[in-house]
């Protein structure tokens, strides 16, 4: 089989890529997917995203290492392996990041990357109500009047604590406190399969291959010329007559360069892997996100008053299936934003995620929603400086990767991890949340001074799966994979689009910024093959 373009994961960046390359009616693209189909009733409901949360038919279900930074403890790191990859099963909050986070990139030598540059492209790559019909885009949704009255109180603590309410964090301003925009359209997910990949598949020019994996890249002389690939017991060849692109996460990208000889040659070589391209950034450099969350039990009603119990539940899928509105047709996190631990910071170093819920999450579970009235609170250090790494454990294309974090290695990531508890303790102290609140769940950060906070913050903290940074854009291979048009370093007709391209990961979620590096990585695709 021959393709003018092969991606490797239809996922959030995949699916936009298939749409784009496609559009002009001549381009040929295989789109290979580890995963099957996306048309799940939990994915499509937006509230459903804890009925996924551990779906081993959706999600690659990754551990990390034991992280030494976080007491020694394995986090789970889910990722999604279906259509639409980690938009179909992630939480829909939709956040551009912050303008100086592609500053950052730009100066890292990712050319071309600015935040002016930036903020073009998510403009062509929103859709805001009836805005851009006909046009595959992403919808971009405004919820808060279907939000739970008692997310109101957290906009009132967020006055309390002087912070600015905006609304739309995604605006002019986005130092402050908003309702978080979600990927919503007309009551159901909008996944990047959704907004992207089912008009491109319409035009008849994109094969669309689920449950295939990908065992390497064939790499001839220099240059990509195709694939390997696997469904079910069959092996199948596809060559590209212009690029192969990996989409496939900041997971599984680097993990697939790896084993087709692209990467630190000690390490390929210790796994017996022929060395095709010396590159010894590949896998390296990861960077995530990790959030402390405090748990408050209530004294008036919140989500869990409703959904807490079999009739509660009953009647809000009932009103859901009905009218596509009501609890289940909410994300989980409803208000948020970006703010400053010290007003002095010349930016914001923390994000913060407001939940008028409390549940648990058993080991690789479903959560359970708590039976009594209760909210969460949440701070996530914005720009973390310590680096991890991706590392392949043997050849085989089976075997998961060695994900080791290295949370916390860094002094300055240790002391924003104090801040994010003291904002918490602040925040939970306001008038507004002191008249509502209950008790705070044992561990009490509330009562706990700094060596606490980060004791508490290394037993505690979790990933909020936000992996990125191990292909990432720079100037020289000595210091990345990437250039800034997404080519990988010594080896043609090779690119990566996807969060593993990111110089350093943007203060807030990334699916959004995924999106637009793929967006604008068609331009520079088209343009370099229109060359």
């Known amino acids: 089989m021959e393709f003018d373009y092969i991606l490797v994961g239809a996922g959030s960046a995949g699916c936009l890529l298939a749409e784009r390359l496609t559009e002009n009616g001549r381009n040929r ?104 019909a006909g046009k595959a885009a992403l919808a971009v949704t405004d919820l808060s009047n279907q939000m739970h009255p008692f997310s109101k109180r957290f906009l009132a603590a967020a006055q309390d604590m002087h912070w600015p309410v905006l609304t739309d964090l995604n605006g002019a301003e986005s130092d402050g406190i908003s309702a ?18 089912r008009p491109a598949l319409r035009r008849g020019n994109v094969k669309l ?94 989500l869990n008053s409703r959904l807490g119990h ?22 989980v996190n409803q208000i948020g934003g970006f703010v400053r631990s010290e007003r002095t910071l010349h930016a914001p170093d923390l994000q913060i995620y407001c939940n008028p819920a409390t549940y648990s999450t058993p080991p690789d579970s479903k959560p359970v929603i708590d039976r009594d009235p209760g909210f969460i609170l949440s701070a996530q250090p914005c720009r973390p400086t310590s680096r991890g790494h991706v590392r392949i454990a043997s050849a085989n294309p089976m075997d998961g990767p060695i994900i ?38 044992a561990p009490d950060i509330t009562q706990m001074d700094d060596a606490g906070m980060l004791e508490h913050f290394r037993a505690r903290a979790s990933s909020v799966f936000h992996a990125s940074c191990t292909c990432r854009m720079g100037a020289a291979p000595s210091h990345s994979v990437l250039d800034a048009r997404l080519r990988v370093h010594g080896v043609r007709g090779l690119r990566v ?8 990961v943007t203060s807030g979620n990334t699916n959004a910024p995924t999106m637009m590096l793929a967006m604008r990585a068609a331009d520079l695709i088209l343009e370099d093959g229109g060359r």
Not at 310 to 327: D, E, F, I, N, S
Not at 417 to 428: F, K, P, Q
Not at 497 to 504: H, L, R
């Open 29 to 132: 693209v295989l789109l290979l997917e580890a995963g099957g189909s996306d048309a799940k009733f939990w994915i499509k409901v937006p509230l459903g995203y804890g009925m996924t949360f551990s779906n081993p038919k959706l999600n690659w279900n990754y551990h990390a290492a034991p992280d030494p930074g976080l007491n020694g403890r394995s986090v789970y790191w889910p990722r999604g392996r279906v259509v639409g990859g980690s938009s179909s099963i992630n939480a829909m909050a939709y956040v551009r990041g912050l303008g100086h986070d592609f500053d950052d990139w730009r100066r890292s030598g990712a050319t071309g990357w600015g935040w002016d540059t930036v903020r073009d492209t998510y403009d062509r790559l929103e859709c805001y109500g009836a805005e851009k």
């Open 209 to 302: 291959v689920t449950h295939a994996v990908v065992e390497d890249v064939m790499i001839t002389n220099g240059r990509a010329t195709g694939v390997r690939y696997r469904v079910g017991d069959q092996q199948f060849m596809a060559q590209a007559l212009g690029e192969v692109i990996l989409s496939a996460g900041a997971i599984n990208s680097p993990k697939l360069l790896q084993i087709s000889g692209v990467g630190p040659a000690e390490l390929l070589a210790s796994h017996g892997v022929d060395v095709v391209q010396d590159l010894p950034m590949v896998g390296e450099g990861l960077q995530d996100h990790l959030a402390v969350t405090q748990h408050f039990t209530a004294r008036v009603p919140t």
């Open 404 to 441: 080791q974090p290295n949370s916390l290695a860094t002094r300055e990531d240790q002391e924003v991890a104090v801040c994010a508890g003291r904002v918490l303790r602040a925040l939970a102290s306001t008038p507004t949340l002191r008249a509502v609140i209950d008790a705070a769940k």
């Open 310 to 331: 079999p009739l509660g539940r009953g009647l809000a899928g009932l009103q859901y299936v009905l009218t596509r509105r009501g609890p289940l047709g909410v994300p």
């Open 497 to 504: 689009v996807d969060a593993s391209a990111f110089p350093n």
């Open 180 to 197: 978080y925009r979600s990927t919503v359209r007309d009551g159901f997910r909008c996944s990047s399969a959704d907004a992207f990949l």
